[in-house]
Protein backbone atom coordinates (compact mmCIF):
# COMPACT_ATOMS: atom_id res chain seq x y z
CA UNK A 1 0.00 0.00 0.00
CA UNK A 2 0.73 3.56 -0.10
CA UNK A 3 2.55 5.30 2.03
CA UNK A 4 -0.13 7.88 2.49
CA UNK A 5 -2.34 4.88 3.18
CA UNK A 6 -0.21 3.38 6.16
CA UNK A 7 0.36 6.74 7.50
CA UNK A 8 -3.15 7.71 9.44
CA UNK A 9 -2.54 4.04 10.89
CA UNK A 10 1.10 4.81 12.26
CA UNK A 11 -0.33 7.98 13.49
CA UNK A 12 -2.80 6.05 15.33
CA UNK A 13 -1.14 3.53 17.07
CA UNK A 14 2.03 6.10 18.05
CA UNK A 15 -1.05 8.56 19.32
CA UNK A 16 -2.34 5.18 21.49
CA UNK A 17 1.00 4.13 22.65
CA UNK A 18 1.81 7.93 23.86
CA UNK A 19 -1.44 7.91 25.35
CA UNK A 20 -1.09 4.89 27.01
CA UNK A 21 2.32 5.82 28.45
CA UNK A 22 0.35 8.86 30.17
CA UNK A 23 -2.31 7.37 31.56
CA UNK A 24 -0.04 4.19 33.21
CA UNK A 25 1.46 7.03 35.62
CA UNK A 26 -2.18 7.89 37.09
CA UNK A 27 -2.89 4.06 37.04
CA UNK A 28 0.30 3.28 39.19
CA UNK A 29 -0.50 5.68 42.09
CA UNK A 30 -4.41 4.29 42.16
CA UNK A 31 -2.81 0.78 42.62
CA UNK A 32 0.02 2.27 45.22
CA UNK A 33 -2.88 4.15 47.10
CA UNK A 34 -4.85 0.73 46.85
CA UNK A 35 -1.64 -1.00 48.66
CA UNK A 36 -1.91 1.34 51.26
CA UNK A 37 -5.86 1.34 51.76
CA UNK A 38 -5.44 -2.39 51.81
CA UNK A 39 -2.23 -2.37 54.43
CA UNK A 40 -0.57 -4.58 50.84
CA UNK A 41 2.13 -6.93 53.53
CA UNK A 42 5.70 -5.70 52.43
CA UNK A 43 6.14 -9.74 51.71
CA UNK A 44 4.19 -11.95 50.18
CA UNK A 45 3.45 -15.53 49.46
CA UNK A 46 1.85 -16.84 46.25
CA UNK A 47 -1.35 -17.90 47.55
CA UNK A 48 -3.47 -21.48 46.65
CA UNK A 49 -5.21 -20.85 43.28
CA UNK A 50 -7.38 -22.82 41.07
CA UNK A 51 -8.59 -22.00 37.81
CA UNK A 52 -11.89 -23.04 36.16
CA UNK A 53 -12.18 -22.41 32.43
CA UNK A 54 -16.31 -22.24 31.93
CA UNK A 55 -17.50 -21.97 35.64
CA UNK A 56 -21.29 -22.68 34.27
CA UNK A 57 -20.13 -26.17 34.16
CA UNK A 58 -20.56 -27.88 36.87
CA UNK A 59 -18.72 -31.09 35.64
CA UNK A 60 -15.29 -28.75 35.13
CA UNK A 61 -12.53 -29.77 37.69
CA UNK A 62 -10.55 -26.67 38.53
CA UNK A 63 -6.43 -27.01 37.86
CA UNK A 64 -3.82 -25.07 40.29
CA UNK A 65 -2.75 -21.77 38.67
CA UNK A 66 -0.05 -19.51 38.95
CA UNK A 67 0.05 -15.77 39.39
CA UNK A 68 2.78 -15.90 36.30
CA UNK A 69 0.33 -17.49 33.99
CA UNK A 70 -2.82 -15.63 34.98
CA UNK A 71 -0.92 -12.71 34.05
CA UNK A 72 -0.87 -14.45 30.35
CA UNK A 73 -4.56 -15.85 30.55
CA UNK A 74 -5.67 -11.86 31.95
CA UNK A 75 -4.88 -10.57 28.24
CA UNK A 76 -7.37 -12.39 26.41
CA UNK A 77 -10.46 -13.39 29.19
CA UNK A 78 -12.03 -11.88 32.08
CA UNK A 79 -11.25 -12.98 35.36
CA UNK A 80 -13.43 -13.49 38.83
CA UNK A 81 -11.48 -13.73 42.07
CA UNK A 82 -13.74 -16.02 44.65
CA UNK A 83 -13.48 -16.89 48.36
CA UNK A 84 -14.12 -16.76 51.74
CA UNK A 85 -13.36 -13.36 53.60
CA UNK A 86 -9.57 -13.13 54.48
CA UNK A 87 -8.15 -15.97 51.82
CA UNK A 88 -6.25 -13.32 49.95
CA UNK A 89 -8.50 -12.26 46.87
CA UNK A 90 -7.60 -8.68 47.14
CA UNK A 91 -3.99 -9.72 47.37
CA UNK A 92 -4.13 -11.77 44.53
CA UNK A 93 -5.73 -8.44 42.65
CA UNK A 94 -3.06 -6.40 43.78
CA UNK A 95 -0.34 -8.78 42.78
CA UNK A 96 -1.94 -9.54 39.41
CA UNK A 97 -2.04 -6.10 39.12
CA UNK A 98 1.50 -5.10 39.68
CA UNK A 99 2.45 -7.74 37.51
CA UNK A 100 0.20 -6.56 34.40
CA UNK A 101 1.76 -2.89 35.27
CA UNK A 102 5.19 -4.38 34.26
CA UNK A 103 4.22 -6.89 31.17
CA UNK A 104 4.89 -4.78 28.09
CA UNK A 105 2.06 -6.91 26.42
CA UNK A 106 -0.97 -6.58 29.00
CA UNK A 107 -3.85 -3.69 29.04
CA UNK A 108 -3.43 -1.16 31.70
CA UNK A 109 -4.69 -1.93 35.00
CA UNK A 110 -6.78 0.55 36.94
CA UNK A 111 -7.55 -0.88 40.43
CA UNK A 112 -11.10 0.32 41.71
CA UNK A 113 -13.15 0.02 44.84
CA UNK A 114 -16.55 -1.81 43.94
CA UNK A 115 -18.83 -0.26 46.55
CA UNK A 116 -17.22 3.26 46.48
CA UNK A 117 -17.64 3.21 42.87
CA UNK A 118 -21.31 1.97 43.19
CA UNK A 119 -22.47 4.45 45.52
CA UNK A 120 -20.96 7.24 42.95
CA UNK A 121 -23.92 6.50 40.73
CA UNK A 122 -21.14 7.31 37.64
CA UNK A 123 -21.32 5.12 34.38
CA UNK A 124 -17.48 3.63 34.88
CA UNK A 125 -15.21 5.70 32.83
CA UNK A 126 -17.03 9.12 34.21
CA UNK A 127 -15.73 8.13 37.70
CA UNK A 128 -12.55 7.26 36.60
CA UNK A 129 -11.60 10.33 34.74
CA UNK A 130 -13.33 12.35 38.16
CA UNK A 131 -10.89 10.89 40.06
CA UNK A 132 -8.75 13.47 40.95
CA UNK A 133 -5.82 11.19 40.64
CA UNK A 134 -6.40 10.86 36.54
CA UNK A 135 -8.28 15.35 36.70
CA UNK A 136 -4.75 16.55 37.89
CA UNK A 137 -3.34 14.96 35.31
CA UNK A 138 -5.34 15.92 32.81
CA UNK A 139 -6.16 12.36 31.97
CA UNK A 140 -10.24 13.11 30.33
CA UNK A 141 -13.04 11.12 30.07
CA UNK A 142 -12.19 11.01 26.35
CA UNK A 143 -8.43 9.72 26.83
CA UNK A 144 -9.63 6.90 28.45
CA UNK A 145 -12.31 6.34 26.55
CA UNK A 146 -9.91 6.28 23.21
CA UNK A 147 -7.59 3.66 24.83
CA UNK A 148 -10.93 1.64 26.37
CA UNK A 149 -12.46 0.69 22.90
CA UNK A 150 -9.50 -1.21 21.55
CA UNK A 151 -8.85 -2.68 24.47
CA UNK A 152 -5.90 -1.00 25.82
CA UNK A 153 -8.15 -0.73 29.76
CA UNK A 154 -8.03 -3.24 31.99
CA UNK A 155 -10.62 -2.70 35.14
CA UNK A 156 -9.85 -4.05 38.33
CA UNK A 157 -13.10 -4.33 40.60
CA UNK A 158 -12.30 -5.24 44.27
CA UNK A 159 -15.08 -6.34 46.73
CA UNK A 160 -17.98 -6.63 44.58
CA UNK A 161 -19.69 -8.41 46.99
CA UNK A 162 -19.76 -5.09 49.67
CA UNK A 163 -21.73 -3.33 47.21
CA UNK A 164 -25.43 -2.69 48.58
CA UNK A 165 -28.22 -4.58 47.73
CA UNK A 166 -29.66 -1.41 46.79
CA UNK A 167 -27.11 -0.29 43.63
CA UNK A 168 -26.22 -4.03 42.57
CA UNK A 169 -28.79 -3.87 40.04
CA UNK A 170 -27.57 -0.31 38.68
CA UNK A 171 -24.00 -1.40 38.85
CA UNK A 172 -24.31 -4.22 36.66
CA UNK A 173 -26.32 -2.15 34.23
CA UNK A 174 -23.22 -0.03 34.31
CA UNK A 175 -21.05 -2.32 34.30
CA UNK A 176 -22.57 -3.85 30.65
CA UNK A 177 -22.51 -0.36 29.19
CA UNK A 178 -18.12 -0.36 30.19
CA UNK A 179 -18.09 -4.21 28.37
CA UNK A 180 -20.32 -3.18 25.55
CA UNK A 181 -18.13 0.29 24.58
CA UNK A 182 -14.52 -2.10 23.91
CA UNK A 183 -14.02 -4.71 21.25
CA UNK A 184 -12.12 -6.56 23.75
CA UNK A 185 -13.36 -5.86 27.23
CA UNK A 186 -10.55 -6.77 30.32
CA UNK A 187 -11.94 -6.78 33.76
CA UNK A 188 -10.28 -8.37 37.41
CA UNK A 189 -12.96 -9.19 39.79
CA UNK A 190 -12.86 -10.29 43.55
CA UNK A 191 -16.03 -11.29 45.17
CA UNK A 192 -17.51 -13.75 47.83
CA UNK A 193 -20.22 -15.26 45.13
CA UNK A 194 -18.96 -18.34 43.27
CA UNK A 195 -21.76 -19.03 40.50
CA UNK A 196 -21.66 -15.44 39.82
CA UNK A 197 -20.12 -14.85 35.67
CA UNK A 198 -21.58 -11.10 35.27
CA UNK A 199 -22.73 -11.43 31.88
CA UNK A 200 -18.72 -10.96 31.10
CA UNK A 201 -17.31 -12.78 27.55
CA UNK A 202 -14.79 -15.27 28.13
CA UNK A 203 -15.54 -15.33 31.99
CA UNK A 204 -13.08 -17.68 34.20
CA UNK A 205 -13.02 -18.48 37.78
CA UNK A 206 -10.20 -17.83 40.10
CA UNK A 207 -10.45 -20.07 43.51
CA UNK A 208 -8.49 -18.63 45.98
CA UNK A 209 -7.96 -20.71 48.65
CA UNK A 210 -5.21 -18.65 50.98
CA UNK A 211 -2.26 -20.24 52.66
CA UNK A 212 -1.78 -23.64 53.81
CA UNK A 213 0.21 -24.63 56.65
CA UNK A 214 3.97 -25.02 55.27
CA UNK A 215 3.26 -21.21 53.50
CA UNK A 216 2.23 -19.71 56.18
CA UNK A 217 5.73 -21.29 57.90
CA UNK A 218 7.54 -19.71 55.01
CA UNK A 219 5.43 -16.40 55.02
CA UNK A 220 6.70 -16.22 58.98
CA UNK A 221 9.86 -16.61 58.34
CA UNK A 222 10.62 -13.97 55.44
CA UNK A 223 8.63 -11.59 57.87
CA UNK A 224 11.36 -12.21 60.31
CA UNK A 225 14.21 -11.85 58.04
CA UNK A 226 12.73 -8.28 56.91
Not at 44 to 64: N, W
Request: proline share 7%; net charge neutral.
Amino acid sequence: PPISTLFPYTTLFRSLDHLFARVRGPAIQLLRNAETAWRFPTVTVAVRMRLTDKPQDSKESPRIVALDALVTIARGANLIFCGEAGVGKTTALIELSNHLLDDKDSPLPIFLNAPTWAANSQPLLNYIAGLPIFAETNVSLRDLARLHEPGKLLLVVNGWNEIGAGRLEEARERLAQFVSGSVAPHILFSTRAITDTFGLPDAKRVDVHGLDWEQQRELIGLQQIG
